[in-house]
């Protein structure tokens, strides 16, 4: 778990329920940030739904998207308590280790299914002294970040280097991509996938060229499968 939230009291925060794996949360509820309680815990105002104010399930996984700067931040968590101070209610949330981060940005996720492998320069050599780099399957693509089906599980900041498909042919086509992202959250798929979890990965680039380059490859895609 990272350190407690640094966040303004007062900070508005918008508010959905958590959904399965390649549906969109709706985020239509709105609450204040009151303060951190800890590393593992924070309070926020009791959002109003429909003119009542809600009554948490603790079963039901909350997410809580707010913006600083440039990024927009989500974290969930479960409720553990209500607290009243005064007349006010203020919901005690428990985190949960998945935390989100996105930035903003003008391009769109595609939804495409492309078959990648993956790697970390840590993981042990074989005996031709390579990594063997272990496969996964695209659930999305932009000019910034993937979501990846994969079968191992990543930590939130690990760095993977991920190598997209080549498309096309050499005259009109994209050669194969090698990019280098940022776990964001990585979640476990439903019983019976072909995949064991899902990644959110945040592209890293070293210059202009290489971003680019990528972005290239994502209109290509955008083309290529009419999207």
């Not at 006010?88 to 935390?99: C, T």
């Not at 979640?187 to 680019?212: C, H, N, T, W, Y």
């Amino acid at each position: 778990m990272a350190g407690s939230i640094q966040l303004k009291k007062g900070t508005k925060m918008q508010l959905a329920f958590d959904v399965p794996v390649g549906q969109e949360p709706q985020f239509n509820m709105l609450c204040t940030f009151n303060k951190a309680l800890d590393e593992s815990a924070f309070l926020v105002s009791a959002p109003m739904v429909d003119g009542k104010r809600l009554v948490p399930d603790e079963s039901q996984k909350l997410l809580f998207k707010y913006t600083e700067g440039d990024e927009s931040n989500i974290l969930a968590g479960y409720v553990d308590d209500v607290v009243k101070e005064g007349i006010r209610h203020y919901l005690k949330v428990r985190r949960v280790a998945e935390q989100r981060q996105f930035i903003k940005r003008m391009d769109v996720r595609m939804k495409v299914e492309l078959p990648i492998t993956y790697m970390q320069d840590t993981w042990e050599l074989n005996s031709e002294g390579e990594v063997d780099k272990e496969k996964g399957q695209t659930m999305d693509i932009s000019n910034n970040g993937l979501a990846v089906y994969m079968n191992r599980w990543f930590e939130v900041g690990e760095s993977c280097i991920f190598t997209l498909p080549r498309l096309g042919t050499a005259a009109e086509g994209q050669p194969s991509r090698e990019v280098v992202g940022v776990i964001c959250w990585t979640r476990e798929m439903p019983k019976g996938s072909p995949f064991r979890f899902v990644a959110g990965i945040q592209l890293r680039f070293a210059d202009q060229q290489e971003r680019q380059d990528m972005q290239d490859y994502v209109a290509y895609v955008k083309k290529r499968y009419k999207l």
